[in-house]
């Protein structure tokens, strides 16, 4: 039994994707979202909201979401928490490689808002 996912930390620096992704999360999706424009944001915000999930935006000025996924894995509280990519750049060896740092899965930007969080919860349910 998986256990339902409510708590999911959003690191995007864009703020039009993150306020269409906080209404597609929290008014569409019920989930609480705690949204962070930069890796050293999460890093300082993160531990102290306790998500279940990371959503994290690949390309991001200063610190990307891959050194900011290696930097929040540092964090025991984050040792084991599950990542989501959001990215543009989906091809298939691209994709391998979100895998390869510990990504459940990845989500391609742009993203239909009408779907996201049930994207979410399918690739929350394969997780485990």
């Keep these: ?3 339902t996912l409510e708590r999911i930390l959003y690191v995007e620096d ?4 993150q306020q269409v992704a906080r209404m597609a999360l929290e008014l569409a999706g019920g989930f609480t979202v705690e949204i962070c424009s930069s890796g050293p944001e999460a890093l300082e915000r ?3 909201f306790d998500p279940q999930l990371i959503l994290l935006d690949v390309m991001m000025p200063g610190m990307d979401g891959p050194t900011t996924l290696a930097e929040l894995r540092k964090l025991p509280e984050f040792v084991t928490t ?4 959001m990215t543009a750049k989906v ?3 691209e994709v391998a490689q979100y895998r390869e740092l510990g990504a459940i899965d990845v989500i391609a930007k742009p993203f239909d808002p009408m ?3 049930d994207t979410i919860r399918e690739m929350w349910a394969r997780k485990s």
């Design 115 to 117: 779907k996201l969080s």
């Design 46 to 48: 993160g531990p102290g």
């Design 1 to 3: 039994m998986t256990e």
């Design 91 to 93: 091809q298939p060896a």
């Design 82 to 85: 599950p990542v989501i990519f």
């Design 14 to 17: 864009e703020p039009d994707i």
